[in-house]
């Protein structure tokens, strides 16, 4: 079973460039969430989706723009990046309601330099 | 905003010792949650303790939920050096305004050291 599968793994982007990032899950889960992790915060959602066609604002939203076109995947965007967005990000999703687990991908590693 | 918060943020014990971490909280919760990270990885799933319990087993963990003092603990019996990750309490709590909730609030972590 692969779960959640993020893409891509590492990369480095210049002050300005743009970029998508992945999360694909064969779990048929409805909720997905995007977090970033950095050194000493844990873990702060970006955004979120409950499902096919929705989306949410979480804790720390600006500079990145989200989209849900199909249930399996979630894309999250990164229009004019900077260097404050060098970070670890996180997908996760869950079933179909928040009180279940969240399953992780492995994450992508994003540098801005 | 954190909503949990771990205590102590690193812990170093020897292999076959019991390691307790530890998560305090602001508001009330519906339930919490603790998960684990391998360096390098992502989270995974522990256990989900719902707020009207107060104890839950899975092999050798045990997690204790106190509503009254709002804060909830991990208990890791009888560690390996697998054991060495870092630990994270994730609560679900109701929005202040109502309605339904939809998002888990992590702490910062703790980081369990387990030596051989």
């Known amino acids: 079973n692969a779960g959640v599968t993020q893409t891509p793994k590492f990369r480095v982007l210049k002050t300005g460039q743009s970029m998508t990032l992945l999360c694909a899950q064969d779990?048929?889960?409805?909720?997905m969430y995007w977090y970033r992790q950095d050194p000493g915060m844990g873990l702060r959602l970006i955004h979120y989706?409950?499902?096919?066609?929705?989306?949410a604002k979480g804790e720390v939203p600006d500079g990145y723009n989200v989209s849900r076109l199909k249930k399996q995947n979630f894309l999250l965007g990164l229009e004019s990046a900077a260097p404050s967005q060098t970070s670890v990000y996180f997908c996760?999703?869950?079933?179909?309601?928040?009180?279940?687990?969240?399953?992780f991908g492995d994450g992508t590693r994003l540098s801005i330099l | 905003s954190q909503q949990g918060e771990e205590d102590p943020q690193a812990l170093s014990i020897q292999e076959g010792e019991n390691a307790t971490m530890n998560c305090s909280y602001k508001?009330?919760?519906?339930?919490l949650q603790w998960y684990r990270q391998n360096s390098g990885r992502g989270l995974v799933h522990l256990i989900l303790?719902?707020?009207?319990?107060r104890e839950k087993h899975s092999g050798r963990l045990r997690v204790t939920l106190d509503t009254s003092k709002k804060s909830s603990s991990l208990l890791i019996t009888a560690s390996r050096a697998a054991d060495t990750a870092s630990y994270f309490c994730?609560?679900?709590?109701?929005?202040?305004?109502?309605?339904?909730?939809?998002?888990?609030?992590f702490g910062k972590g703790t980081l369990l050291t387990v030596n051989p």
């Open positions: 996760a999703s869950t079933r179909h309601r928040v009180s279940q687990p969240q399953h």
């Open positions: 779990m048929n889960h409805e909720y």
């Open positions: 989706s409950v499902g096919e066609g929705t989306t």
């Open positions: 508001t009330s919760i519906n339930n």
């Open positions: 303790i719902r707020s009207n319990e």
């Open positions: 994730a609560t679900d709590a109701p929005p202040p305004g109502g309605g339904s909730n939809y998002k888990l609030t």
